[in-house]
């Protein structure tokens, strides 16, 4: 079954502890992305990555990292998480190919930073 | 830039209305269109989507077509139940630039019995 599994599914933590919400999927998709759930705004884009070691900023990058040394993984890092990043944080991967077009998404992870 | 408008909600409506989400889009290339759909407590599942002009998108009795002229993307169903309450996102992407999809900002949808 195609999958992206996002681990922890709801986080409370405290400001300043670094946490890593991990990202995996079972499609061998080129494309992965993650993604921020505010109300009000919809989602909107942190990081995402093309392809093994190719990573580039989305829209609200500051205050995340990510890395790609597998296809498969994207997690997401928050070295210092701070209260403005509580939120509803959702990875997504899509094929390059021309079936691309069908996005997937994780079942998405709770965070709440106190 | 690329971005998507679609009607502030919530909206509420009696079980067997008619829907209408509305949701118009800018773009600078030839953008494919989706609709997902969010139930409570859950992540994003796609809905419908398009991927030209004059496409249709059909799925669980909803159905929204891809329309260049009027740059328009609206959901609509003949006749709601209240499994359909959920929050329902318009969204674009451009496979030949970027990952990026860009999303409405959601409309709440909520269905009385």
């Known amino acids: 079954e195609a999958q992206v599994t996002q681990n922890p599914r709801y986080l409370i933590t405290v400001t300043g502890k670094k946490l890593t919400v991990t990202c995996s999927q079972n499609m061998n998709h080129e494309y992965m992305s993650w993604y921020r759930q505010d109300p009000g705004l919809g989602l909107r884009q942190i990081y995402y990555?093309?392809?093994?070691?190719?990573?580039d900023k989305g829209d609200v990058p500051e205050g995340y990292k990510v890395s790609r040394k597998e296809k498969r993984n994207f997690p997401l890092i928050l070295e210092s998480p701070s209260p403005n990043q509580t939120s509803l944080y959702f990875c997504a991967s899509r094929s390059r190919d021309s079936s691309g077009n069908t996005i997937y998404f994780g079942e998405g992870s709770w965070l709440t930073v106190v | 830039g690329d971005s998507v408008t679609q009607m502030e909600g919530p909206v509420t409506l009696s079980e067997e209305a008619f829907l209408t989400i509305n949701c118009t889009y800018t773009a600078t290339g030839y953008p494919s269109l989706f609709w997902y759909v969010q139930y409570p407590g859950e992540g994003l599942q796609l809905l419908l989507k398009?991927?030209?002009?004059?496409d249709k998108g059909s799925n669980k009795g909803f159905e929204a077509t891809y329309r260049k002229e009027t740059t328009s993307f609206h959901l609509e169903k003949g006749s709601v139940q209240v499994s359909d309450s959920a929050v329902y996102f318009c969204a674009l992407s451009d496979l030949g630039r970027d990952d990026k999809i860009i999303f409405g900002k959601g409309t709440r949808l909520h269905i009385l019995p």
């Open positions: 990555s093309m392809n093994v070691e190719v990573t």
């Open positions: 398009a991927t030209k002009a004059d």
